[in-house]
């Protein structure tokens, strides 16, 4: 029997020549202003709940209005989410005894730590240290590295990443765990969640460069100062004590103080049916926190439609940054142009594109969340209480880093299969010539890093993908040699600042289909599903179904 076309798929075919032809113009000037002034010292890293964060979203919404959007939240322009910052203090060294010999861990050098209760003390002595590999509990997939174990009040110690995460391919079909492409068992997220459930006292993920996919300066900016929560109800009293960090050699030697093999037990834990394994070491910490509880802000902007009003296309980016890091070179504010202040930028060129378009049969919004790098808090917090209802929301697209290194030959799709939006996009990366690549470090589990991922985990389809490695100048090599350097030298550091001769290109090739895809869900009455294997189509049919 010959297949035929879904509906909305139908309805894409025959749409997607015309809006193929449309070449919408994208503001290089306000790519360029927007990028330049967000991540200039005067917003001091962006930062929520700073001076930096205020500076932000008045800006935002002055570059909003300028593009003819309205107030998008009840006629406010923001949405308030309640944050909870809290900074260790006074951090004694962390200790290790009952082993071979004592060892002490130098918060920051070998150990970072913090805690995502809210309290004024942490004082966890001689805590029973266990491996628990990776610390996965899935039964799904008949794998859970807690089996018949008690951790509550105790300290587990956790390998970073999913257990198939060497294979060298990546999808389905590669692993228990989709072989090389990481899942959100795989996250540091998940990990400190699933011990919290399990009653541990501590968690420490070990840290590796190269399954982690970023350095130990990256995880030393990003969990020493300052950290971020939703201020919730319980004081996140349900949470481990403490949730931590520690370099890898230092790892190694506290399992050879164990009297254990570090690279024998991580490789057992691999492995369907390995278990955790006792220590025999205590661990304990000590520091004090100041709490300081706040708002931060939500930007929300709005096009609203001609015909079904209701219903509503997003576009989201995250405003925020890490502000104030470790200086290099003398310089100690993590400006974050490319990450994020270029989606910003995006998503301001998208609504002036759009704008100009005049009004489309639904309503377009405009989504500049806060906290993103503190853990998807503001997109969280929002698909949580949406100002436009979520089983009215017909997808969209995140913007998180636009390509500023040029044009090029492809585009990728981050976490690949698992959306209807996907089969969308295919032409339209078509009409421009381009080529659909696989996400080219998957292991890094992207999916799981940026704000799409909080909607996605309550049914909302949101594309994620950009332009790929293969620049028209220089290939696979030079796009990789780009990523790679960016990685190294500027991602989450001071050095993440504009430059004036970046290539805007690629970006432009990327907004467009940005800029294409909204359109077509904006114009047309088509909802975008996730495909029936993915994990978050019940819940979308569920929110569908009750908004019919």
Not at 426 to 450: C, D, F, M, N, W
Request: glycine share 10%.
């Amino acid at each position: 029997m010959r297949s035929r076309l879904p509906l909305f798929l139908l309805a894409t075919a025959l749409a997607t020549p015309a809006l193929a032809q449309q070449q919408p113009g994208f503001s290089l000037d306000t790519l360029k202003s927007v990028t330049k002034e967000l991540s200039s010292d005067a917003y001091e890293g962006r930062a929520p709940t700073s001076e930096g964060e205020r500076k932000t979203v008045a800006y935002i919404i002055e570059r909003m209005k300028a593009a003819g959007l309205k107030p998008g939240n009840q006629g406010q322009w923001t949405q308030d989410v309640p944050m909870v910052e809290i900074t260790a203090t006074n951090v004694k060294p962390f200790t290790i005894t009952g082993g071979k010999k004592p060892i002490s861990l130098a918060y920051r050098d070998d150990i970072v730590a913090g805690t995502y209760r809210v309290v004024p003390r942490i004082a966890l002595k001689n805590s029973d240290m266990v491996f628990v590999g990776y610390g996965i509990n899935a039964p799904e997939k008949g794998w859970n590295d807690y089996a018949g174990l008690d951790v509550k009040g105790k300290t587990v110690v956790i390998l970073i990443n999913d257990p198939d995460w060497q294979t060298k391919e990546a999808g389905p079909a590669a692993g228990p765990f989709e072989g090389r492409a990481m899942t959100y068992y795989g996250r540091w997220t998940y990990k400190f969640e699933e011990a919290a459930r399990q009653g541990a006292a501590a968690a420490i993920i070990v840290h590796d460069t190269e399954p982690a996919a970023y350095p130990w300066a990256v995880v030393r900016s990003s969990w020493t100062g300052p950290q971020h929560e939703l201020d919730e109800p319980g004081d996140h009293m349900d949470q481990s004590q403490i949730v931590s960090w520690v370099q890898l050699d230092r790892a190694k030697e506290i399992f050879a103080a164990a009297g254990k093999d570090f690279t024998a037990l991580s490789e057992a834990a691999k492995h369907q049916g390995f278990k955790a394994v006792p220590l025999g070491v205590k661990f304990s910490g000590d520091f004090s926190n100041t709490i300081r509880r706040s708002a931060s802000k939500n930007v929300v902007g709005l096009l609203p439609g001609s015909g079904a009003p209701d219903e509503t296309v997003l576009y989201s980016a995250h405003w925020d940054h890490l502000g104030h890091c470790d200086p290099v070179n003398g310089d100690g504010i993590c400006n974050g142009a490319v990450d994020n202040a270029s989606g910003v930028a995006g998503l301001i060129a998208m609504a002036e594109t759009q704008a100009k378009a005049g009004p489309a049969r639904r309503s377009i919004a405009f989504l500049a969340v806060t906290a993103e790098e503190s853990g998807l808090l503001g997109s969280a917090y929002y698909a949580r209480h949406p100002v436009f209802p979520l089983g009215k929301t017909v997808g969209g697209v995140n913007m998180d880093v636009l390509n500023v290194n040029g044009a090029t030959r492809d585009f990728s799709l981050t976490g690949a299969g698992k959306s209807e939006l996907e089969d969308m996009v295919k032409p339209l990366v078509a009409a421009q010539g381009r080529t659909i690549a696989p996400e080219a470090t998957p292991e890094k589990g992207h999916y799981y890093r940026s704000d799409h991922f909080s909607f996605a985990k309550l049914g909302v389809p949101m594309l994620s993908g950009g332009s790929g490695e293969d620049l028209v100048n220089g290939g696979i090599a030079a796009g990789r040699a780009a990523a790679e350097d960016y990685n190294a030298n500027r991602y989450h550091k001071p050095a993440d600042e504009y430059n004036p001769n970046w290539d805007w290109s690629g970006a432009v090739q990327d907004l467009t289909i940005y800029y294409q895809l909204g359109r077509e869900l904006a114009d047309g009455s088509m909802w975008p599903n996730w495909y029936p294997t993915a994990e978050f189509r019940a819940i979308r049919d569920q929110s569908r179904g009750a908004a019919k």
